[in-house]
């Protein structure tokens, strides 16, 4: 496809493919004349990768062709370039540009609402106000932007973890005596676990990652 | 307790005490002087939350101050003061200051340590090597210095939750067709799903403390 039909696909616009083209985040197209190129899939593909890293996971640009270059490293087996790229990846990014009014947006508003309904929590006052709330859906309408999995389906472990760390989260608060010792512990535990959190899962999937994919074995 | 106990006992120097008691981030002492005041536990906890605010979450001195304000606020209840101070938290922040070699650190390398054999990934060198572990480790040393909860046991709800979510995430990646796409595809689901699963915990504790403290009915 021409560059045209590729910003079109991608909604990324030809002004900005030209400067990841020219800052190598996205590699040329097949030169097909003096001024046109023949971009693929891959290129679809890779730019979804490169606006997931720049725009949501605010990654500087030298950053982000770092982790390119690990994921196009074919000399480097598959656990060895998941595990590389991955592990130059900051930690926690906040979900996308915010209030997009998009289809993506909207899709991902009835999506976090059919999941908010199944944990028991579609209803409440305090979910439906709740910052985190427009957090998730501007998270799960930049993977579907990006071409990701966010159904339900997939959201829903993710929930159901969530409400079992919650009940244990509270249930640690309970051991503070006063209300205020509760409110301290409470903002202090929510900071604190995140980075425990983010980092186990990160560790999971390393260990996943090369139960599934790795060849060398345990040292 | 006098500034000199109070600054033994926490960690944090006398001049930095001052400082947050100028800029109202800690309430000041009972005066007993013209020159001394006299500080209570109190006061330790606070500092500690200041710390985990500042040092680990990496918030902004009015950001702080804000939270703070929410936490005191004895006109709003339990339920409020816990959903407000938390919302004002910016999501995801990583631990602490990295490589402090202290007590608290050397207990969290143990705890980590037990914790990561329990889960079976002790003798691993993609997990020994990983620099999640090393956020990990950070992050349970920023909760000890603090005295905060981080134990093997409050720390093995998230493991698991962590090996389910790995599990589910791999998963994923094997609907890809080429490494190429599998590789691509881990770097940008680690980043896009990490504020799914922040903002699905915030959203879990919003419901757990309405159902626990919360005085109002669903609407």
Redesign the interface.
């Known amino acids: 496809m021409r560059l045209a039909e590729l910003s079109e696909r991608s909604g990324v616009s030809t002004t900005t493919i030209k400067y990841y083209l020219r800052e190598r985040l996205l590699p040329p197209g097949r030169r097909i004349s003096a001024t046109q190129a023949d971009y693929g899939e ?1 290129h679809l ?2 730019l ?2 490169v606006r ?2 720049i725009q ?2 605010r990654m500087p640009i030298a950053t982000a062709r770092e ?1 390119l270059a690990t ?2 490293d074919e000399s480097l087996d ?2 060895e ?3 590389t ?3 130059a ?7 996308g540009d915010g209030a997009a009014q998009d289809a993506a947006d909207a899709v991902a508003r009835r999506t976090v609402d059919v999941l ?1 309904d199944e ?3 579609a ?5 439906r106000t ?4 427009e ?2 859906i ?3 309408a ?2 579907g932007r ?1 071409g ?2 966010c159904e339900v389906r ?2 829903r ?3 159901r ?10 249930d ?1 608060l ?2 503070y005596d006063s ?32 139960q ?1 994919f ?1 060849g ?1 074995t ?2």
Do not use: C, F, M
């Not at 990846?89 to 979900?95: D, I, K, T, V």
């Not at 209803?123 to 979910?127: H, L, Q």
């Not at 903002?187 to 560790?203: D, F, G, I, K």
């Open positions: 891959e593909r890779r979804r990768l997931a890293l949501v996971g982790v994921v196009e598959q656990n370039r998941l595990g790229a991955v592990a990846l900051p930690q926690g990014a906040e979900s908010l944990l028991g929590w209803g409440r006052s305090e979910i709740s910052a985190a709330r957090v998730l501007g998270a799960v930049a993977l990006l990701y999995p997939h959201l472990p993710y929930g973890a969530a409400v079992d760390l919650g009940r244990q989260d509270l640690l309970e051991h209300v205020g010792e509760q409110v301290e512990a409470a903002v202090a535990l929510t900071v604190l676990y995140e980075p425990v959190l983010l980092s186990l899962r990160r560790l999971a999937h390393a260990a996943e990652s090369t599934r790795g060398a345990e040292p």
